[in-house]
C-alpha cells in the first residue's frame, strides 16, 4: 500500500496515530492510507513501528509518547508534512489484573501515564498545529464505559481520557475540531490475547470463551473493525459528531 491509496475520503488530509506498532495503529493507519491521507506513526517500539510503516507505506518517528520533550518532537516531525488534520491519540498499556489493595503502584502509575498523560501530550502539542475543521480520536475501551474488578488501573485510565475528550470537545469547537472517544470491547489481537490469558486464571478457566459470552454478537471484534470506526470519526462522514464516546464492543456495553 503507498500514500496514494485507492480512495479519496482523506485526500489531502495528514494523519498523526501513537501507538501506531500495535494491530489498531498498524489497520487504522491503512483504512486512512486507503483513503487518500498521508500518515505519520509514533510508537516506542522501534523495530516493530519500522516494519509497520514500510509495509504501509507510512511515515514514522520513534517517541515515547509520556515525555513532553518527545511529544513536541514528534508532533513536529508530523507537522512537516502540513498542517495535521487527524490526531488519533492511540497509545496505551493494560498493566496487570490485581485487586486495588494489591495493585502495585508503579504499574498504574505505568498505565496512566501511557493512556492519560500521552493523550494529553498529544493534545497539547498537535492543537496548535491542527488545521481548524479536523479531528481527535482519543483510544478508550469497553472499560471506559464500564468496569470489572481487577482491572483498576485500565478502567480508570480509560475513564480519564473521556473527560480529556470533553474539555477538547468544548474548547476546540470554535475551530470546528471534532474530539471523541472510540470504546472497542475485546479485540483478537495480541494484546488482548496477553490479557486474556492472565485472566484464565482469575476466572478458572477459558477467558477467550467467557468474553465471548458475555459480548451480544458473540465474538471478538478484528482489527480492522475498529479502524473502519476511526475512519469515520477522521472523515467528514462525521462531521456534526463530536463529544461522543463511540462504543464498537459488539453490543458489551448494553
Known amino acids: 500500500m503507498n500514500q496514494n491509496g485507492g480512495g479519496n475520503l482523506m485526500a489531502g488530509r495528514n ?7 500495535g494491530s489498531i495503529g498498524r489497520e487504522a493507519a491503512a483504512a486512512l492510507l486507503a483513503q487518500g491521507a498521508r500518515v505519520m506513526l509514533v510508537d516506542r517500539d522501534e523495530a516493530a513501528l519500522a516494519a509497520t510503516a514500510a509495509k504501509l507505506g507510512a511515515n514514522y518517528v520513534t517517541a515515547d509518547v509520556t515525555r513532553g520533550d518527545e511529544a513536541l518532537r514528534y508532533v513536529a516531525a508530523a507537522a512537516r508534512l502540513g498542517k495535521i488534520d487527524v490526531l488519533f491519540a492511540n497509545a496505551g498499556v493494560f498493566g496487570v489484573v490485581s485487586p486495588v489493595a494489591d495493585y502495585p503502584e508503579n504499574v498504574f502509575d505505568e498505565v496512566m501515564a501511557v493512556s492519560v498523560r500521552g493523550a494529553f501530550l498529544a493534545a497539547k502539542y498537535a492543537v496548535p498545529e491542527m488545521r481548524d475543521g ?23 485510565a480509560k475513564h480519564a481520557v473521556v473527560g480529556l475528550m470533553r474539555v477538547l ?59 473502519q470506526a476511526v475512519l469515520f470519526l477522521a472523515s467528514e462522514m462525521s462531521s456534526f459528531v463530536t463529544g461522543t464516546t463511540m462504543a464498537v464492543d459488539g453490543g458489551m456495553s448494553v
Do not use: W
Not at 134 to 156: E, K
Open 169 to 227: 470537545a468544548k474548547e476546540l469547537a470554535p475551530r470546528r475540531i471534532r474530539v471523541n472517544t472510540i470504546h472497542p470491547g475485546p479485540v483478537d489481537n495480541g494484546f488482548q490475547t496477553r490479557i486474556e490469558r492472565e485472566l484464565d486464571g482469575v476466572l478458572g478457566g477459558d477467558a477467550t470463551a467467557f468474553l465471548n459470552g458475555a459480548i451480544p454478537l458473540g465474538r471478538h471484534a478484528q482489527a480492522a473493525e475498529i479502524a
Open 15 to 21: 494523519c498523526l496515530i501513537t501507538g501506531g506498532a
Open 134 to 156: 479536523g479531528s481527535i480520536i482519543i483510544m478508550s475501551s469497553v472499560m471506559g464505559l464500564t468496569a470489572d474488578p481487577g482491572v483498576a488501573a485500565y478502567a480508570t
